[in-house]
């Protein structure tokens, strides 16, 4: 996916893989909580998830864990 904004609109951007994304896509929480919590517990909860459905039988998917990476980055401008 790609996109662009004028950074004067961005204080923060986040970048995931997959499996950090099926927080919100396949696990049913939302972006502005996943922005909100940063990586660190995106992948925790991602993990709790993964972990209370070993047999991948209540949120169906082709294997138990994938990885899972996240990314989170504050802009700063050079303004004072």
């Not at 996943?34 to 209370?52: C, D, H, K, M």
């Not at 990885?67 to 700063?76: E, G, I, R, Y």
């Amino acid at each position: 996916m790609t996109g662009s904004a004028p950074l004067e609109n961005v204080a923060r951007v986040m970048v995931l893989t997959d499996g950090a994304a099926c927080l919100v896509d396949l696990f049913g929480s939302g972006w502005a909580h996943v922005l909100g919590i940063g990586p660190q517990e995106t992948v925790r909860q991602v993990r709790a998830f993964e972990a209370s459905d070993p047999q991948c039988s209540r949120w169906p998917r082709m294997k138990t864990s994938d990885d899972a990476t996240a990314v989170l980055w504050s802009l700063v401008t050079g303004e004072d």
